[in-house]
T-cell receptor, first 114, second 115 residues
Framework: DAGVIQSPRHEVTEMGQEVTLRCKPISGHNSLFWYRQTMMRGLELLIY????????DSGMPEDRFSAKMPNASFSTLKIQPSEPRDSAVYFC????????????FGPGTRLTVL | AQTVTQSQPEMSVQEAETVTLSCTYD???????LFWYKQPPSRQMILVIRQEAYKQQNATENRFSVNFQKAAKSFSLKISDSQLGDTAMYFCAFMKPRGNNDMRFGAGTRLTVKP
């Protein structure tokens, strides 16, 4: 079975540019999560969706960050404009539902903003 | 707010030996979930083991087992017969009861298995 798929695996961009990260959850999973991992702050939950609807975006650092889930098989996390402090590894995870405990993670996208 | 503490930033163990990673957490909830995730150099986050707080029996997955002490809010991971492939960062995580999948992670423990 395919796991959570993220693209790109690596992204290098310049400050001020728009960055879009993509995620395909495991088929049949109804909940999707975006995390950010940095050395300073560890793993942080940014936002999560249930049945394509954003449930909690309180972890989104600022208005430059936005996330969408137009359908059950696709989500994006967009940063516009990007800044060097956004450099991190961004993980997407999915679970069967909000009533199911286990989240399965994608391989992550390493973002570098120069 | 829930916090998760991993007090050992780095540990090492000889191949085939046993190692225990510590984790404590703070919560006022009576029911919750606890996890150990492994992150090898590939960066993939891999679920190692999970424990439901309402279950008194410690979870076990092959060479991995936990020592769950609810009263002490402790959740340690024991790796038996350590293998080179166990070298990774290990994260302890706490999740609130069902319906709210806000998962909190500890800072991680870097484990190195030496040949």
């Amino acid at each position: 079975d395919a796991g959570v798929i993220q693209s790109p695996r690596h992204e290098v961009t310049e400050m001020g540019q728009e960055v879009t990260l993509r995620c395909k959850p495991i088929s049949g999973h109804n909940s999707l999560f975006w995390y950010r991992q940095t050395m300073m702050r560890g793993l942080e939950l940014l936002i999560y969706f249930n049945n394509n609807v954003p449930i909690d975006d309180s972890g989104m650092p600022e208005d430059r960050f936005s996330a969408k889930m137009p359908n059950a098989s696709f989500s994006t996390l967009k940063i516009q404009p990007s800044e060097p402090r956004d450099s991190a590894v961004y993980f997407c995870a999915s679970s069967l539902s909000l009533s199911t405990d286990t989240q399965y993670f994608g391989p992550g996208t390493r973002l570098t903003v120069l | 707010a829930q916090t998760v503490t991993q007090s050992q930033p780095e540990m090492s163990v000889q191949e085939a030996e046993t190692v225990t990673l510590s984790c404590t957490y703070d919560t006022s909830e009576s029911n919750y979930y606890l996890f150990w995730y492994k992150q090898p150099p590939s960066r993939q986050m891999i679920l190692v083991i999970r424990q439901e707080a309402y279950k008194q029996q410690n979870a076990t997955e092959n060479r991995f087992s936990v020592n769950f002490q609810k009263a002490a809010k402790s959740f340690s991971l024991k790796i038996s017969d350590s293998q080179l492939g166990d070298t990774a960062m290990y994260f302890c995580a706490f999740m609130k009861p069902r319906g709210n999948n806000d998962m909190r992670f500890g800072a991680g423990t870097r484990l190195t298995v030496k040949p």
